[in-house]
């Protein structure tokens, strides 16, 4: 029997870390938890000492389109 096809492809994905700008608070933090677990194709989001870890698939959502749901959510992108 054959597997659905969007079920049968192979996953890729790229692990990523994006330093926030003042990020303190916890209700901060759960915030931007849940802007970046909203988005289809973020998997394993974990945020510490104001930085985000994100494993995503590029298949279904880009690295500028997590930057983009993180400065929508109110947030301010460090540079590294």
Known sequence: MAEPAG????HEYIDSEILIEDLKAPTQEKTL??????LKGV???TIKNEKVSVQYEPVRVT??????AIQG?????AEE
């Open 7 to 10: 079920e049968s492809a192979l």
């Open 33 to 38: 938890y849940d802007t970046l677990e909203k």
């Open 43 to 45: 998997h394993n989001v």
């Open 63 to 68: 690295e500028k389109a997590i930057i983009a």
């Open 73 to 77: 959510a109110g947030f301010r992108i």
